[in-house]
């Protein structure tokens, strides 16, 4: 049983702006969001009548290996109380506009987590969230521009995250994120997106950080319906498998071995 | 002083097979050669007055720093004497129809001498040449499509060879070549192209074996202006550089350490 | 079921060199064969009454997940006949003095099938085998001396070829291996091996070459006692379970993509 | 000319801890520095009559190509204020005992200007250090022993780092430290060291993180002569030369492409 959990910024399905969030974000930005996020919130439900994350979140839970918790920033402790984080083999993380409002303490908090074996699948715009940035160290810069249509190539077509996927998937619209993307050399490139005005993007990549494992997706815009296309949702399914921890690391301590190995091995005779 | 070999198969561009390399090639292809070589010879002409690769060695030339020798297939042996081989700092290569008449004996010389620090440049078609599958472990292939238009896409801009190369260099035509490549995961990606059909291409790749650098870079149909577009040349040009050896490895033995260090050091005391 | 074929040089084994193989080894060799191979068959027969890959067959054998074909290069067709090695899910490998009498065609079929998907473990001297140092596209040279003490350090612990290996695995002797090692940068470094002598050797590295995955593993010199240790034979099963394919590549084709993606989706409107 | 920034967190060297730094560190750790400090000042001057990392910037001040900045954390702005960091092209970074008292926004300041371009090199105990850690994502952490012998052996003699070094260096002592080393893996490991106690380490790796290079390098304990040793010192040299920076990065936002390259193409006609 693979404990997931799939955690939401939801601002903008909210419509509104959580009061204690607003510190953490510019006042600029804050004014924008009284009228851009009630608009988000009517575009997502029409897309998505479950809720973005509910939709993934609720094509997951039909998998009887994984047992799946859903939960969104605007919970207590954003969502991501240590009892939760602790019991979590994978983590899915979609955020794109709250990325300031999470402290650093929770965002270290994920990056440990990460460290001593989690799983972690930032989705889309969480190319810039700190956990992900965190754990990449690279700003995950990009470039932009709402309503492409986009085709997902497998480029490597014997990664278990290509199980069951096609050579290409057809995105009718998706968000187009451009390169040069600010991450380190992948150690694995799984997919490269094709976008319809002109770009290209290393989609779906792979590291490794500490007993952990990452793997970045590209689809996910809010208000594009990539979460209903079934190869996403399957592409996302392979990847909890792949990212699920076979060991998990208890001791982060630097030992002083005072008794070298050669003079136990001179004791031993 | 870099010595650069520039190395052509010329067979498109002579326009008749030379009949001792029609034994290394299955009969139905050298019958197809007949027709399809002298037409071949005639479109290049037409885009290259000073031939594809003469084009290419041309501009080369030009660089005060580079020594060039522009060779092809139909000199003798090969074109490449060990005499030339052996004074070779960087090799370019640009081959297609004719992999299969070159002996694994000069494959495997090449692969030696980039073993020893020489830098290899495949160009284009050269993806399934044997040097370059030797030297990689993998078979090189690809879809490809002929006339399509073409944008390279700069994903490490950092990186010197992509030193004075804009985000985004357009190609008016060029062969579409698409994922997936089979290459080993290239340490360094530097260019990613996107073509107008709907494919994408890990476009300009690095990799180490020994002591020499080999970077592949996908322009160069012989009926395409590439090989006339000075940001292509440019990225060439940046490649002889970035490939070219500090250091020769001139002992490929294994020793047999007889007296370890460990030894020797107990008896300096 | 994973079908694992271990492959065995044997000619120290047999104490004898097969006729047909003198050609493919220089006259000296074959002289110093004529009394090395007896002495050289007396000592593996105390060290190992099964047979040095004996013993390792016979362990793996008694894994029910595993189909185990223990066949030697003094067999027909070299012990790997086409229906055998297109039989294979992983081949394990173990080879010394007779690399050159191998044939470049069952060396390239070796490679095509790692390729293919075929899981490849090479094991100890194989480092200069053809078919490793034709997938790696170097010459897997390094320092070497018999008679060692050897602790071979774990350094990524949570990969699976890791599972239930201590930090550290000690071998009384073992034969050094010593850097440089002349391969590829590994896409992973399993193990990381100290000598008595003062040497250092990456001794469990990690590639992968088209659908197929590849582990080279130091230790196995043939009069060692390293296939009697517990961690050495569960680290190869492990290896077995990690290179074995979950999918095949048929095609090796490059297909021409005539009808592009964009003038399909066109056309479907 | 290269501007090199020499920085070492001094607290051993000066003998006492700075009281603004004590409440960044535990209680119980300011008081056996109380004692430890002045101790280690003492053994400290001993061994380096100029200063552990004032030795340093003394061998590269000789270099003609850099201009050479020493500083420490005592100094305001702990040694390294805006003007200073916007200023340098590599960032030499000693430190051991004071990694938590470093705070956050500096830790994230030398973090960006390693993604602008700047080189960094981290040295001996700088593993734990905050800014190397966050630029790995991993924590860093390895196993250790005072006073052993040390053997570095160079694993990839073609690398610009290794020009002029041998196939080993020994240094008479060294602080062990062992594997496994939580780090993302390297892109290229050029040296691992041999311990006398029986450990091996990755003793000098390189990564890229956006446009900045990476080297760590493992020797430097502030009691063992390790900065007197020619190959070390000359090591280091290699590294400012590789990691410093040919362009930087001016502008990390992540631009809204309104109007794609197509439509741009389609209107150029």
Same mark, same amino acid.
């Given at each position: 049983?693979?404990?997931?959990?799939?955690?939401?910024?939801?601002?903008?399905?909210?419509?509104?702006?959580?009061?204690?969030? $607003?510190?953490?974000?510019?006042?600029?930005?804050?004014?924008?969001?009284?009228? #851009?996020?009630?608009? $988000?919130?009517?575009?997502?439900?029409?897309?998505?009548?479950?809720?973005?994350? *509910?939709?993934? $979140?609720?094509?997951?839970?039909?998998?009887?290996?994984?047992?799946?918790?859903?939960?969104?920033?605007?919970?207590?402790?954003? *969502?991501?109380?240590?009892?939760?984080?602790?019991?979590?083999?994978?983590?899915?993380?979609?955020?794109?506009?709250?990325?300031?409002?999470?402290?650093?303490?929770?965002?270290?908090?994920?990056?440990?987590?990460?460290?001593?074996?989690? *799983?972690?699948?930032?989705?889309?715009?969480?190319?810039?969230?700190?956990?992900?940035?965190?754990?990449? &160290?690279?700003?995950?810069?990009?470039?932009?521009?709402?309503?492409?249509?986009?085709?997902?190539?497998?480029?490597?077509?014997?990664?278990?995250?290509?199980? &069951?996927?096609?050579?290409?998937?057809?995105?009718?619209?998706?968000?187009?994120?451009?390169?040069?993307?600010?991450?380190?050399?992948?150690?694995?490139?799984?997919?490269?997106? #094709?976008?319809?005005?002109?770009?290209?993007?290393?989609?779906?990549?792979?590291?490794?950080?500490?007993?952990?494992?990452?793997?970045?997706?590209?689809?996910?815009?809010?208000?594009?319906?990539?979460?209903?296309?079934?190869?996403?949702?399957?592409?996302?399914?392979?990847?909890?498998?792949?990212?699920?921890?076979?060991?998990?690391?208890?001791?982060?301590?630097?030992?002083?071995?005072?008794?070298?190995?050669?003079?136990?091995?001179?004791?031993? &005779?």
């Amino acid at each position: 049983m693979i404990r997931v959990t799939v955690w939401y910024e939801y601002a903008q399905e909210s419509g509104t702006l959580k009061e204690e969030f $607003a510190e953490g974000i510019p006042q600029e930005i804050v004014e924008k969001f009284s009228s #851009w996020l009630p608009q $988000a919130a009517e575009r997502i439900r029409s897309q998505y009548p479950d809720g973005l994350m *509910g939709t993934l $979140a609720g094509y997951l839970k039909k998998n009887p290996d994984f047992q799946v918790t859903y939960v969104n920033m605007y919970m207590p402790e954003f *969502g991501l109380p240590d009892e939760l984080l602790d019991n979590t083999d994978v983590l899915i993380y979609w955020a794109h506009v709250m990325h300031q409002a999470i402290p650093d303490s929770l965002a270290f908090k994920i990056v440990k987590r990460v460290q001593a074996g989690m *799983g972690f699948i930032p989705l889309h715009s969480a190319h810039q969230s700190k956990p992900f940035t965190y754990l990449m &160290g690279t700003s995950g810069s990009l470039s932009w521009r709402e309503g492409d249509f986009c085709r997902i190539w497998t480029v490597a077509p014997a990664h278990p995250i290509a199980r &069951g996927i096609p050579e290409a998937v057809e995105l009718c619209e998706e968000e187009m994120y451009g390169e040069p993307f600010d991450i380190p050399t992948p150690e694995e490139t799984i997919f490269i997106s #094709w976008y319809g005005g002109g770009e290209v993007f290393r989609s779906g990549c792979t590291w490794k950080r500490g007993y952990g494992k990452i793997f970045y997706f590209q689809p996910g815009h809010e208000t594009s319906p990539s979460y209903h296309n079934p190869y996403v949702l399957k592409i996302i399914e392979n990847a909890v498998y792949w990212t699920a921890p076979t060991v998990w690391r208890k001791d982060f301590s630097c030992p002083n071995i005072v008794e070298s190995p050669e003079k136990k091995r001179a004791e031993k &005779g």
